[in-house]
């Protein structure tokens, strides 16, 4: 079984619920990137826009002064990028920037149901990796639409008609990566339903990407009577449901905290 790859999170925004404001300046953003390398990261994650549930929407404009300078900058780094972004403009401005290595790049677009009809475009234009989410709604009506009769089978329907098209756009397969979309338009006990089948996603033939790293229904699963587990507190769990995701074949995990998940993956690789 191939080792499972490593997503650091660099988050550059004010509003993040994790880190929020952590990486904001160019300087901090630079040395966050080489820290998470450092300490094991295969693929640097790069976001300018907060997509937790009640996120207020930044603009395309602002999310490009954010991120395009830090993906400059990044681009002299030894790891592969990825761009967190649901706008294709900011997308395609990135992939402009990228130049020769534009088709290494991927696009993480947690837009789900809701993804702009040009995105499939611009990454059929470039050439590069996308990974698409399953959602409903924005971050503002997400934890609204949690109507499920099965969250599994809804999960893989909505995948199917999120990826089509990509598809018909000329993106192949292989370039489109899967996320279940954990904490996304979900309550918590859907997010523990839909983790025990993540075989169900895998059976869609698409690698996947497995994103709960210090998520809210892991604060609610650490919760004490002083309340939720703080975000920052949640790594130790991430770690465990990296190794489970792991085990259960997922191509790569997202996390905050690169080193107690590098040592996850590895225990799970070493298992067999």
Request: overall charge negative; hydrophobic content about 40%; aromatic content about 4%.
């Amino acid at each position: 079984m191939a080792e499972t790859l490593l997503m650091g999170v660099l988050n550059l925004t004010p509003d993040s619920f994790s880190d929020g404001g952590d990486h904001e300046d160019l300087d901090g953003a630079l040395a966050h990137a080489q820290h998470l390398i450092a300490a094991g990261a295969d693929i640097i994650d790069v976001g300018g826009e907060s997509t937790r549930p009640g996120a207020v929407p930044v603009a395309p404009e602002e999310e490009q002064r954010r991120v395009l300078p830090v993906l400059e900058k990044l681009l002299d780094l030894d790891a592969r990028l990825s761009l967190d972004t649901r706008h294709p403009g900011t997308a395609r401005a990135a992939l402009q920037l990228a130049g020769e290595r534009a088709e290494g790049m991927i696009i993480n677009d947690v837009s789900g149901l809701l993804t702009d009809p040009d995105m499939p475009v611009v990454v059929a234009e470039y050439g590069c990796e996308v990974v698409i989410t399953h959602n409903r709604g924005d971050s503002t009506t997400m934890q609204q639409l949690t109507d499920y009769d099965d969250v599994a089978v809804a999960v893989v329907d909505e995948l199917t008609q999120i990826r089509q098209p990509y598809l018909d756009a000329g993106v192949d397969f292989e370039k489109i990566i899967l996320d279940p979309g954990i904490g996304f338009a979900k309550t918590h006990q859907q997010n523990w339903e839909l983790i025990g089948q993540l075989e169900r996603i895998l059976l869609l033939g698409h690698r996947v990407l497995f994103g709960v790293s210090r998520k809210g229904f892991l604060g609610g699963l650490l919760a004490d009577e002083q309340g939720p587990r703080p975000a920052a507190q949640r790594d130790s769990a991430t770690a465990a449901l990296s190794f489970h995701a792991a085990r259960s074949g997922c191509w790569a995990v997202r996390v905050h905290s690169v080193r107690p998940n590098r040592d996850a993956l590895r225990a799970a690789a070493a298992v067999g």
